[in-house]
């Protein structure tokens, strides 16, 4: 029985949990682009509202979810847990294998969690319109339903490859009411500079971002909403974990590991802080980030200062980056592709309380199909790389010996994904191992903050 029916709808965490009083030391400070120097609230006023901005800088362990935003998250919270005991029987393993199940929300994925909180906080604050960028789309079309609940316009600056790959992620985004634009576009600054220089250019998450900032910026009615990297986007996500812990109690296990897949580190964070917590209180529990090879960020990247963005926009944070001008190769994990990692996962991940591992795409594709034939979901790209971790731990386990309890994220389903089963079936799917040297090549471009 899937652990949701065991979960009543009033166990939806009614607080989010904040990790910053949590960590062995405070967060490196945030550096305004201009200055370098620690930002303030009012820089970042012309972006979000300020509920948003005092949860970004908040201290506060638990900040409670606003009855509005519980509602909404009702619909489809608590996300059921499901014991994977096909895969179990068809790996032969003797380890216990769960997966937290979150594409059974409206838009397919984690990323609704989020933005449900940011659209209603941006809704109460007067704001009338909200742009931001997607890369495979699960954002955009999150926030375009999100959009829809509270009233609110939005624009969609999607990464070029994935908006030719993935033309049902910008239908739905069109039928929840927002505009959706191939990034880079003709319609900023930004944008044309990019096209200007890279006339061919299948954009990147850092050029989409520049440009839904400057939209922004240019705009009184409207504010920015970003679907992963941030502090009051990982602690929006908490409720993931949250419900995680409460539905394997009932189970009558606690996880030996718990992974997640990782990109910007939404969905990393909101299955694994929670547990973070047990473990920095002396719970003995694994956390690893999955990632793919082709975008290095945690398991190669530098823990330095960079940009959020690639034209330089943004604010400055100490984080895992692998350049902020870097132009990630068209695989098809699109929401795994921005080129920095959430700081606080970055700097978890420093301390040592969170390993890294990365996959080459055929890899994962292949445990995606395994999964799919076993457990009868189709995941979406981005998570079969948590489910490779997983299939990979159990065998490890198997071979020392020991039978592990194993707790993995499975962000979203691939229902809008069949164009990359289609390649991967046919054998068309390449493998990338982004190059040493493009690495070296964009550490010489970080910014110098002493």
């Not at 201290?59 to 935003?69: C, D, H, K, L, Y």
């Not at 793919?292 to 960020?297: E, G, H």
């Not at 902020?324 to 959430?342: N, T, V």
């Not at 969170?354 to 998570?383: H, K, M």
Request: charged share 20%; proline share 8%.
């Amino acid at each position: 029985m899937p652990l949701k029916y065991l979960l009543p709808e009033e166990q939806i965490p009614r607080h989010w949990y904040n990790i910053i009083p949590d960590l062995p030391s405070p967060p490196a400070p945030v550096l305004h682009p201009g200055t370098l120097q620690p930002v303030k609230p009012e820089d970042l006023s012309p972006l979000f509202p300020m509920p948003l901005i005092e949860q970004e800088m908040s201290a506060q362990r638990e900040i409670p979810i606003p009855e509005e935003v519980r509602s909404a998250l009702a619909l489809w919270r608590p996300s059921p847990l499901f014991r994977a005991v096909a895969l179990e029987r068809k790996l032969g393993t003797r380890s216990h294998i769960y997966y937290k199940y979150e594409g059974v929300s409206p838009a397919g994925s984690h990323k609704p969690n989020t933005a449900v909180a940011q659209a209603f906080y941006n809704a109460k604050a007067g704001v009338r319109r909200l742009a931001t960028e997607t890369g495979a789309g699960q954002w955009g079309s999150s926030l375009a339903f999100a959009g829809q609940l509270f009233g609110l316009a939005v624009t969609v600056y999607m990464v070029k490859v994935s908006y030719e790959q993935k033309p049902y992620r910008r239908s739905l985004m069109r039928t929840w009411g927002a505009e959706v634009f191939a990034s880079p576009t003709d319609k900023t600054n930004a944008g044309r500079a990019i096209r200007g220089q890279h006339p061919d250019s299948q954009g990147s998450l850092g050029i989409a971002i520049s440009e839904a900032v400057e939209d922004a910026a240019s705009r009184e009615d409207t504010k920015y909403a970003l679907g992963s990297v941030l502090n009051h986007v990982c602690l929006h996500q908490t409720v993931v974990g949250q419900e995680a812990q409460a539905q394997m109690k009932l189970a009558g296990e606690y996880p030996d590991v718990v992974i997640g897949c990782h990109g910007g580190g939404s969905n990393f964070a909101g299955i694994a802080f929670p547990f973070a917590r047990d473990k920095m209180h002396g719970k003995q529990v694994r956390l690893v980030a999955a990632e793919p090879t082709s975008c290095p960020t945690l398991t190669r990247g530098i823990y330095a200062y960079d940009f959020g963005d690639t034209v330089k926009m943004t604010p400055v944070m100490k984080m895992h980056t692998l350049g902020h001008d870097f132009m990630p190769p068209g695989i098809h994990a699109g929401g795994l592709r921005y080129h920095g990692a959430s700081p606080l996962v970055s700097q978890l991940v420093a301390a040592g309380l969170v390993e890294a591992v990365a996959y080459p795409q055929r890899a994962c594709f292949e445990a995606a199909v395994l999964f799919a034939s076993t457990e009868g979901i189709l995941p979406a790209p981005e998570s079969s790389h948590a489910i490779k971790a997983a299939i990979e731990e159990a065998r490890r386990a198997d071979a020392e010996g020991h039978e592990r309890v194993i707790l993995f994220n499975l962000s979203g389903h691939g229902h809008f994904d069949l164009g990359a089963y289609d390649q991967y079936l046919a054998g068309q799917l390449e493998d990338f191992e982004y190059p040493h040297e493009a690495i070296e090549a964009s550490m010489k471009k970080l910014p110098d903050v002493g």
